[in-house]
């Protein structure tokens, strides 16, 4: 009895790691991968008091690699889609790890551009192939399943910046580097390894049995090509409202920091307010995630704007440390939403074809939202010695990603290619 006992439960466990194998790979390539890069704030301060740069120049190696990240994954988005996430995901472990190591050796301008810029923002080019991989192999729970692996962001975000900020006050900025870019060799090549490219390769349950609820979820959507999708209204209209989310997303990210110790809080305390961020968001990845299933993903989005750009506009407003950690919170909560909705909404609209490459492109309108923010904002701050101006354009950028989603129309079709 005992002995039938055992082999039931170790049926059970190699059943779920058979299932959700690449739901955990990539879990913890999102957290490695995105929780450090989101860290640059941390590093922000301590490298402009070194050299002596201007906000807008240091914030632009940020905004230049984000533009890198952006057109390297379309790239990799249809890499994946022709030979699998595993090949390109080691390559991004390879990049982003050598980036951060080299980082620690940066004493010209020149270098930051060069090892964060591009060998970082190169490296850090994750998220298309594992959004896209995570689409083709969970149809019936996409948006849960896309919500759970993007926590990792979510939870990257709210452990490293602390832990970073404490290597730096421990030891220095350089130590700090080193260890992330040590973290992010090991765990991104290992982990990219349990990646399979779609149900037949990783041989689980869950896509297997759906194959009734896959005919479903395509019955009415035409399955596009890249070529096809880039004509279509919705695909600009979704570009847009990428933009509109990374501009929100990384100006908060970046800047916010920055500003919490200009108000004359404490570098740890502002480093927990930004940390919250990344915990708020784990909420709204896998709470309005699974809701994301039941509503639609477009709803989902539009409840996602809205608990971002309120926010954002409050930061005006905001002097006291409960107010930044209420605000961060809540905007957490709608980017984490947002975030888990983004290939879903891409696989509802355009199907599985190509979802590498489409949604590699439109990731790019994000990318590129996410470097003109934070630049923006050093730029304004650098005229005006004040954050106000940003933020409130961050808030209309954000209604304005609102007003998209509210009036964006799903393409239907009652042919099947």
């Known amino acids: 009895m005992a002995n039938e006992k055992s082999r039931n439960i170790y049926a059970a466990i190699r059943r779920f790691f058979k299932d ?55 790239f990799m988005g249809g890499l994946t889609d022709k030979y699998g996430p595993r090949l390109v995901l080691s ?24 090892f964060y810029g591009i060998l970082i923002g190169a490296g850090t080019s994750t998220f298309t192939s594992l959004a896209s991989t995570i689409a083709r192999l969970y149809v019936e729970r996409r948006t849960m399943m896309t919500g759970i692996v993007t926590v990792g962001i979510g939870i990257g975000s709210l452990f490293v910046p602390p832990l970073a900020n404490q290597v730096i006050l421990t030891y220095d900025w350089r130590a700090s580097f080193i260890t992330l870019g040590i973290v992010t060799l090991v765990v991104i090549i290992i982990s990219a390894q349990f990646l399979k490219r779609d149900s037949a390769e990783a041989g689980h349950t869950v896509s297997d049995t759906n194959n009734a609820v896959i005919q479903d979820s395509v019955s009415d959507v035409k399955l596009f090509t890249f070529k096809e999708a880039i004509v279509t209204k919705q695909f600009w209209i979704i570009f847009v409202m990428f933009f509109c989310l990374g501009f929100s997303v990384l100006t908060a990210q970046v800047h916010l920091v920055p500003y919490a110790t200009d108000i004359n809080i404490s570098p740890t305390t502002a480093a927990n307010i930004l940390a919250t961020i990344g915990g708020a968001s784990i909420i709204g990845r896998v709470v309005l995630g699974g809701v994301g299933d039941r509503i639609g993903n477009q709803r989902a989005f539009i409840l996602g ?58 990731s790019l309108a994000f990318t590129i939202g996410g470097a003109v923010g934070p630049f923006i904002a050093a730029y304004i701050f650098d005229i005006t010695v004040s954050y106000q101006a940003a933020f409130i354009l961050t808030a209309v950028i954000g209604a304005i990603g609102l007003v998209l989603t509210i009036i964006l129309s799903p393409i239907r079709s009652r042919s099947r290619t």
């Open 91 to 114: 390559i991004n472990g390879l990049l982003a790890g050598s980036g951060y190591l080299l980082m620690s050796q940066i004493n010209e301008f020149w270098q930051l551009y060069l």
């Open 20 to 74: 959700y194998a690449v739901v955990i790979a990539a879990f913890l390539i999102m957290m490695v991968s995105w929780g450090i890069y989101y860290s640059f704030g941390i590093f922000f301060k301590p490298i402009l008091h070194e050299f002596g740069w201007t906000r807008a120049m240091t914030s632009g190696a940020f905004s230049f690699s984000w533009l890198v990240a952006g057109f390297v994954g379309i």
């Open 305 to 362: 704007f809205a608990l971002m750009a309120g926010p954002v506009l409050g930061l005006v407003f905001a002097r006291e440390i409960w107010m930044l950690f209420l605000i961060a919170a809540v905007f957490g909560i709608g980017y984490g939403d947002c975030v888990a909705s983004e290939s879903p909404l891409v696989a509802t609209v355009f199907g599985l074809k190509s979802i590498g490459l489409i949604l590699g492109v439109l």
